[in-house]
């Protein structure tokens, strides 16, 4: 995934951001793809990888460092980890 498909995700906010809140999205299985930075620690990408295995969800190692990461989703600190949401249609009722 390049720079610019990162930054069109932001703005449609259906990226989860943190290894945190995707690793609970992978659990909840609310994710369809997970990124993991190319300087991601080890303990994470085994979590990542395990849990998505159960799921059956692809795992993306991206060549963007963590540090640079956090610059292209605009934050002030490191990134490590991105998921991409499922896209659920509300029903109206």
Do not use: H, W
């Not at 390049?2 to 909840?28: C, F």
Request: proline share 2%; aromatic share 6%; with cysteine.
């Amino acid at each position: 995934m390049s720079v610019d498909e990162i930054k069109k995700l932001i703005k449609t906010e259906n990226l989860v951001i943190g290894a945190d809140r995707v690793l609970k999205a992978l659990r909840n299985n609310e994710v369809v793809k997970v990124f993991l930075s190319s300087n991601a620690a080890e303990g994470l990408a085994e979590d990542v990888n395990y849990y998505a295995s159960v799921a059956k969800i692809d795992v993306e190692q991206l060549d963007i460092p963590n540090d640079e990461l956090g610059v292209v989703c605009k934050k002030p600190f490191s990134i490590s980890c991105l998921g991409l949401k499922k896209i659920v249609e509300k029903k109206k009722f």
